[in-house]
């Protein structure tokens, strides 16, 4: 059963193009992320999600829109994309965590590399 | 802002051997969580390993087991009889201490490239 899912797995758009990168967990976690991976490997948090709710907006060009129509779905609609925009993008979710409790970790889905032509 | 810094780009160990990778990290926070993920050529996030900061006894995980020294803030990663199958990135993370009714951001090192030798 596959935890965190994430289509497609690879993109390949040109320029100015729109696209969107659809994220499902079915692990009844209240918080989604998108992080981005470059071409150096190094991973940064984009977005996050709680309950549908933004909570993280990590200075991202606002041709990123992420959508969160409930809280097991979080997408990433790019608009005009840029060559600067090839990428992994990562989805992961995880409970919610309070003071006192365990902490959780985050599951990654297994990514969607975009590739801007 | 926290920052997580992974000074070995990349690291080779024979099978069986022991290869330890570093992981530094700056906060002014005295509360926080620290993860070693492992990212293997699939590409998918494997959590290999965390640690509280709150915790004093250092994490194991079969193979794998930390080496977390607060004061100095250093979180490195000890494999032990090393397999091929380790050969990956590995990503040291930081995570601050959760808020109520929010989430939580990782925040990572560069990260650092083993290759595990026959």
């Known amino acids: 059963d596959t935890a965190v899912s994430q289509t497609p797995k690879y993109l390949v758009t040109q320029m100015g193009n729109d696209k969107s990168i659809k994220c499902e967990q079915n692990?009844?976690?209240?918080?989604m992320y998108w992080y981005k991976q470059d071409s150096k490997k190094f991973l940064k948090i984009m977005f996050s999600y709680n309950n549908k709710e933004l909570i993280i907006n990590e200075t991202v060009p606002n041709r990123f829109s992420p959508k969160s129509p409930d809280k097991a779905h979080l997408n990433l609609h790019i608009n005009s994309l840029e060559l600067g925009d090839s990428a992994v993008y990562f989805c992961a979710s995880s409970p919610p965590s309070a003071r006192g409790a365990w902490v959780y970790e985050q599951y990654f889905g297994p990514g969607t590399r975009l590739t801007v032509t | 802002a926290q920052t997580v810094t992974q000074s070995q780009p990349e690291m080779s160990v024979q099978e069986a051997e022991t290869v330890t990778l570093s992981c530094t990290y700056d906060?002014?926070?005295?509360?926080?969580?620290l993860f070693w993920y492992k990212q293997p050529p699939s590409r998918q996030m494997i959590l290999v390993i965390r640690?509280?900061?709150?915790?004093?006894q250092n994490a194991t995980e079969n193979r794998f087991s930390v080496n977390f020294q607060k004061a100095a803030k250093s979180f490195s990663l000890k494999i032990s009889d090393s397999q091929l199958g380790d050969a990956a990135m590995y990503f040291c993370?930081?995570?601050?201490?959760?808020?109520?009714?929010?989430?939580?951001?990782?925040?990572f090192g560069k990260g650092t490239k083993l290759t595990v030798n026959p």
């Open positions: 640690q509280e900061a709150y915790k004093q």
């Open positions: 906060t002014s926070e005295s509360d926080y969580y």
């Open positions: 692990l009844g976690h209240d918080t």
């Open positions: 993370a930081y995570r601050s201490p959760p808020l109520q009714g929010g989430s939580e951001k990782l925040v």
